[in-house]
Every structure is written in structure tokens, then in C-alpha cells.
């Protein structure tokens, strides 16, 4: 009984306690510049519009809470001015920079997030393009009530099944921020439609909504600076070379006409620097396995000989779509977002030593050599398009 009561006397009890009542559960949190000042706006859930056992309501399922002030910090203790409830982070799903936060520099604004230990850093990072960060949080989403959940789960989607988009968490982020020979990208998001309109109710309420979220290229930075964006196709290109296309879709066109669409279904790619006689170069090699998803054009692609020739385009085109990201990179924004250096240090780290200090300058002369295979698996049932099969 006696070494009992000591146990007792040990534990620490819960004295540190948090009660779900008289919390925020804050899910997105977007940092615009304001003059010389930072604003914080923090996107925070209603519980009981959100409850399973609700019935129908026309309010809103979040709320905003925004405070401005010289230091992030300073602005988010600033909300309880406003906030009945103390904030609380750990459930954070997004965050959201502004394009004046990125091309200031978001070395800055992260300082906070990673000395912060309530919270966690698996969150999705992300810069408003043509719009304020506050704006995006701003509107109402279909399918997901909760716009911050619309935004992450729309990335993982898009990521997983189209490419043009790049899924980086904080941890990411920071990892790449740290590292030499490697520069971040964030993809970007984007207003469309009624902004105005998009902040009510009524913006779900409708088949077509007056306003959308919409997820808008790569934006590419040189160290924590944003210095440019990367259409469509670039940022497929960016996510080829890196090997993180997990599947999507692209077509090429037919001898006769026409076009024939192709769905990757697994790609890997590998990356491997030298240096010769002081010059570093890179070696790129792509494999992808696709499924031929749909044709509209006069081929008969149960000939062997007709798999060999889309294959060959097919190579060509995705060559195309990685040497043009390269190309544009190295030309207009002059940094390494594709970790060209990070392969020259795996290859040779004692030449490393020799150009990291001026990679920048190496970079935009590096020599780039592309290799591409790919392999059809499946091409369907029918071997002719459909419209010539009801021809006949």
C-alpha cells in the first residue's frame, strides 16, 4: 500500500487537460501580407453543423476568425479577441500562402509552424494564385461541407489521377527548404467563377456552383522566394522527372488523324549526375506501363506492329513534356526544383563539394540526357475505334 500511494503521488494526472468544448478546431489557416503586417485568417469548424444527427441547416459549417498584426504570432494569439473558444491547430488540413507572403519569402511565416509543438506538420501547403489566401478559405464547397477538407482531399485526388499538382507537406516543405541542390515547389489554387457568390450558402445549393476552388500549376521557388509558375504540362513534366506520377491520362495523335488517349497506369523514373572533366551532366530515364483508353482514329491496334509505333510516339512525347520543363525552368527561373544537385552529391560527393557553392550557375548550362520506355498493357476489347465499327 505504501509503494501504492508513492505510484500515485508520481503520476502526472491531467493536469494539462484540454476540454473539446472549449475548443476551435481550426482546419485551415491562410497568412496574407496586410502593409508591413501579417494577417492570419483561420477557417474553424461549427460542430453542430457539422454533427451526423443534424437535421437539414442552411448556416454555415465553418466559420473565419482573422487578426492582424507585425509577427504571426502575436496574430494568432490576437484571435481570441474575436474567437468565444481557444484555437486549436492540430487538426489543421491546409494552409494556404498568398503570392505576396511567397514572393517575400515564406522562410519567415514557417518559423512559427515548426516551433509550434501542438502542431503537427502533415498538413498541405499551398499558394493562393490571383487571389488573397483569405479568399480561398472563403468559399463554399459541394461533397466536402468543410472547404478545408474540399482542398486536401482534392489535392490527393488530383495528385493520384492527373499530375499536374504536387502534394508537399510542412515536414516536406522544410526538408527541401534545408537541403542544398534542391529548391521547392507548392502548387498553386485558384478562385474561378463568383467570388461574391461563392462566400454564400447558396454556392452549394445549386447543381452548378457560381464559384470554385480550383487548383492552378506549380509555383516554383528559388530557395523561399517564389520566382514563377509552371502551366500544365511543366508541372507534369516536373512530376515525370521526379517520379511522382502515380497515374494519369494524355493522348497522341494518329497518323490518319484523329487522337488516341493513354492511360498511364505505374511510371518510375530514375535520376543519375556526373561530372566529367568538371562539367556535371544528368542522365534521365523514364519507364511507364499505360492502357490504351480510348480511340478515335483509323488504327487497328490489335496489330503488333501499330503497339510498336505508339509506343515509339508515345517516348517521344513524354521526352517532350520532361525536356520543355527543364527547359523553361532553367531558362526563366534559373533554380533547381527538380533535385538535379542532390544526384550529383549521390554520384560523386567530392565533385559536389566543387560546384554547390555556385550550382545555380551549373545549373543553367547543365547538360540534361533523357531515355524513355513505354509499354502498352491492355488496349480494350475492340481492336477499331467505335464509330468505324458501326460504319461497318
Not at 514563377?228 to 497515374?247: A, H, M, P, T
Not at 547543365?366 to 476489347?381: D, F, P, Q, S
Request: with cysteine.
Amino acid at each position: 500500500m505504501l509503494a501504492f500511494g508513492l505510484v500515485i503521488v508520481l503520476l502526472a494526472g491531467c493536469w494539462n487537460r484540454k476540454e473539446l468544448n472549449d475548443l476551435g478546431i481550426q482546419m485551415g489557416t491562410a497568412i496574407d501580407k496586410v502593409g508591413d503586417q501579417y494577417q492570419v485568417a483561420v477557417q474553424i469548424v461549427v460542430p453542430g453543423e457539422v454533427s451526423a444527427r443534424k437535421a437539414v441547416s442552411t448556416s454555415s459549417p465553418v466559420t473565419m476568425y482573422k487578426a492582424t498584426a507585425p509577427t504571426l504570432f502575436e496574430a494568432f494569439r490576437k484571435l481570441t479577441e474575436t474567437s468565444p473558444r481557444q484555437i486549436y491547430g492540430a487538426h489543421t488540413r491546409v494552409l494556404v500562402f498568398s503570392e505576396a507572403i511567397a514572393k517575400d519569402g515564406i522562410a519567415g511565416v514557417m518559423d512559427l509552424s515548426i516551433r509550434d509543438p501542438e502542431l503537427r506538420s502533415d498538413f498541405y501547403v499551398m499558394v493562393a494564385r490571383h487571389t488573397s489566401a483569405e479568399e480561398v478559405l472563403k468559399i463554399m464547397t459541394p461533397l466536402e461541407k468543410i472547404p478545408a477538407n474540399k482542398l486536401f482531399h482534392s489535392l490527393e485526388t488530383s495528385a493520384k489521377s492527373w499530375a499536374p499538382t504536387a502534394i508537399v507537406t510542412m515536414d516536406i516543405l522544410f526538408d527541401k527548404l534545408m537541403s542544398s541542390g534542391v529548391s521547392p515547389v507548392l502548387t498553386g489554387i485558384t478562385v474561378t467563377g463568383d467570388k461574391e457568390m461563392g462566400k454564400k450558402q447558396a454556392n452549394v445549393e445549386e447543381i452548378e456552383s457560381s464559384a470554385t476552388l480550383r487548383y492552378s500549376g506549380l509555383a516554383v521557388f528559388r530557395k523561399d522566394r517564389l520566382v514563377g509558375w509552371l502551366n500544365e504540362e511543366e508541372s507534369k513534366g516536373y512530376n515525370y522527372i521526379i517520379s511522382d506520377v502515380k497515374s494519369t491520362v494524355g493522348h497522341l495523335i494518329c497518323p490518319d488523324g484523329g487522337k488516341l488517349a493513354l492511360e498511364t497506369i505505374r511510371s518510375h523514373t530514375d535520376v543519375k549526375g556526373r561530372v566529367k572533366d568538371g562539367k556535371p551532366s544528368i542522365d534521365v530515364r523514364i519507364m511507364n506501363e499505360v492502357n490504351i483508353g480510348e480511340v478515335d482514329c483509323l488504327i487497328d491496334i490489335q496489330d503488333p506492329e501499330t503497339i510498336k509505333e505508339l509506343e515509339a510516339q508515345s517516348e517521344e512525347k513524354t521526352i517532350r513534356i520532361m525536356q520543355k520543363s527543364v527547359e523553361v525552368v532553367q531558362n526563366e527561373f534559373k533554380t533547381d526544383i527538380f533535385g538535379f544537385g542532390q544526384a550529383i552529391y549521390r554520384s560523386d560527393p567530392k565533385a559536389w563539394e566543387l560546384v554547390k557553392n555556385d550550382w545555380e550557375e551549373h545549373f543553367v548550362k547543365l547538360k540534361v540526357n533523357y531515355e524513355a520506355e513505354t509499354h502498352i498493357r491492355k488496349v480494350g476489347l475492340a481492336n477499331k475505334a467505335l464509330k468505324e465499327i458501326v460504319k461497318e
